[in-house]
Each structure stands twice: as structure tokens, then as C-alpha cells.
């Protein structure tokens, strides 16, 4: 059993994240860390030591096994070229925190649509009792 962790520092306007990922039996486990300005080393150590438990990791089983295929070398380049003019994707870990968060927001909305009708149903019960007492007279 092998454990790797790796911890990102990076400046995201306009605070410095940090990625910290933990891999263990093709476990892949991330987390990431907000700094407010720029963290020295003594700083990261001592947050690593004292917050660990605090973090929020994310699973993530990875798949880094890859077949590779003989590619025609003009085709090779072609794809290179065009690799290249693409903009810069950003890091796996960083693709797997958005998708994370990209859940989490289709949740919310799905709770929050809920809780709208839930509303909306409550005020028509309100108005529909309203009406019934007008009629009951005086």
C-alpha cells in the first residue's frame, strides 16, 4: 500500500487556493483549501497539521490506465496543432472539483425548485381557507 499526497498552491484572483490531493490503492481523494493572502511554507505546514480533519475531500477513483495506438505522424501532428491552439485545461483535480461543484448546484436548484412550489401550494391552501371563511358569513 502506497500513499501519495500532493498539495497545489496557486493565486485565483483574488485569493490563493490550494488543491490537496491524497492517492492510495487507485483512490484519488481531493480537497480544496482557500488562503486569503499569500501562505508561506511554516503557514501551510502548521494549517496541514492543525485543520486536517477539518478538510472536505471529494472521492474520486482514478483511471489512469491508457491504451496507447499507433497514429499516422501527420494525423500525430494535426492533433497536436490543435491541441496546442485549444486553451490551457486546467488540472485533473481541478476538472473534478468543478464537476463536483456542478453537482452540488443542480442539487440546490432541485431543493430550492421544491421548496418554491412547496411555498406556492402553502399560499393557494392560505387563499383557497380565506375564501371558504368569507363565505361561512358573519
Known amino acids: ?24 490503492d487507485g483512490i484519488q481523494q481531493i480537497c480544496k ?3 486569503g493572502k499569500e501562505p508561506t511554507d511554516p503557514q501551510i505546514y502548521q494549517m496541514l497539521l492543525k485543520s486536517f480533519h477539518q478538510f472536505h475531500f471529494i472521492e474520486h477513483a482514478s483511471n489512469n490506465i491508457t491504451q496507447t ?28 472539483l468543478k464537476a463536483e461543484y456542478e ?3 443542480q442539487l440546490r436548484k432541485q431543493v430550492s425548485k421544491q421548496m418554491k412550489e412547496l411555498q ?3 399560499l393557494y391552501q392560505l387563499r383557497k381557507q380565506k375564501r371558504k371563511e368569507k363565505h361561512k358569513g358573519h
Open 120 to 122: 406556492k401550494d402553502q
Open 33 to 35: 483549501i482557500r488562503f
Open 1 to 24: 500500500m502506497s500513499v501519495q499526497s500532493q498539495l497545489t498552491v496557486f493565486f485565483d484572483d483574488p485569493f490563493w487556493i490550494g488543491i490537496y490531493e491524497i492517492r492510495f
Open 103 to 105: 453537482k452540488t448546484q
Open 69 to 96: 495506438a499507433k497514429i499516422n505522424p501527420k494525423r500525430r501532428q494535426r492533433l497536436v496543432s490543435k491541441l496546442m491552439n485549444q486553451p490551457t485545461p486546467a488540472t485533473k483535480a481541478q476538472q473534478i
